[in-house]
């Protein structure tokens, strides 16, 4: 079975650039959650949705940052305009209702702003 | 808010070591616990699970222990492995959120 997939898997843009990053979850998986890497901060969440609707975005860290789930297989984090200190690894899960949230990761997009 | 702490690395072992890396977490009511591992270049993978006080997950050799009057979860392993280095995340899922929240992790390194 395919897992989370994530593209692309590396990025490097100019600052300034808009940049969007794309996730297909597991699926039948009803959840689905976005996630930054860095090692300055660690993992943090940025956004998750239930069933495509948002339901916690608290750590979208400004607006620059917006995330949208048109369907129950696909996914988008967008970043418009992108600075340096966006740069890190964001990474894709999802997970399915009942399972006490075993979360399955993607590979990560790593995303250098210059 | 939830939070979990674990212990600074890096874990330096030779192979066959005992491994133990330390977790407490901040939560209210009765979350579940997590471990997940990071190998390099990939993303987390759920290495054991426990969702009430006192039970044991395991998985790969690897154990924890849901401790609710110490609040922990400490990751075990009785002898490490070169393939076990990695970073170690201890995670809770708080009752009611159904998003995780992470510890700083912890990288652990077998050397042969």
């Known amino acids: 079975d395919a897992g989370v997939i994530q593209s692309p898997r590396h990025e490097v843009t100019e600052m300034g650039q808009e940049v969007t990053l794309r996730c297909k979850p597991i699926?039948?998986?009803?959840?689905l959650f976005w996630y930054r890497q860095t090692m300055m901060r660690g993992l943090e969440l940025l956004i998750y949705f239930n069933n495509n609707v948002p339901i916690d975005d608290s750590g979208m860290p400004e607006d620059r940052f917006s995330a949208k789930m048109p369907n129950a297989s696909f996914s988008t984090l967008k970043i418009q305009p992108s600075e340096p200190r966006d740069s890190a690894v964001y990474f894709c899960?999802?997970?399915?209702?009942?399972?006490?949230?075993?979360?399955?990761f993607g590979p990560g997009t790593r995303l250098t702003v210059t | 808010g939830d939070s979990v702490t674990q212990m600074e690395g890096p874990v330096t072992l030779s192979e066959e070591a005992f491994l133990t890396i330390n977790c407490t977490y901040t939560a209210t009511g009765y979350p579940s616990l997590f471990w997940y591992v990071q190998y390099p270049g990939e993303g987390l993978q759920l290495l054991l699970k426990a969702t009430k006080a006192d039970d044991k997950g395991s998985n790969k050799g690897f154990e924890a222990t849901y401790r609710k009057e110490t609040t922990s979860f400490h990751l075990e392993k009785g002898s490490v492995q070169v393939s076990d280095s990695a970073v170690y995340f201890c995670?809770?899922?708080?009752?009611?959120?159904?998003?995780?929240?992470f510890g700083s992790g912890t990288r652990l390194q077998v050397q042969p």
């Open positions: 699926s039948g998986h009803n959840s």
């Open positions: 995670a809770l899922s708080g009752t009611g959120r159904r998003a995780l929240t």
């Open positions: 899960a999802s997970s399915f209702k009942g399972t006490f949230d075993e979360q399955y």
